[in-house]
């Protein structure tokens, strides 16, 4: 399962991007944000996640976080 960083995260829409390990960056949505049970992300968090989509229109989902 892909590991990232959270570069961005607006906590009144529940949207962000986060940076993969390989630099790409994602978009999380308000709904992947709702599914995963989280009540708040923050900025340099590193998190777990699922790619799924093709490669013009991938998307993270099953969301959590990584414990140190």
Known sequence: ???????????DTNTGIV????????????QTFARSGLL?????QRVRFEVTGS????QVRNLTLVSL
């Open 40 to 44: 708040e992300l923050r900025l340099g």
């Open 55 to 58: 490669e013009e229109t991938q």
């Open 1 to 11: 399962m892909p590991q990232g960083t959270i570069k961005q995260f607006n906590i």
């Open 19 to 30: 940076v993969l390990d390989d630099s790409r960056e994602l978009p999380i949505t308000a």
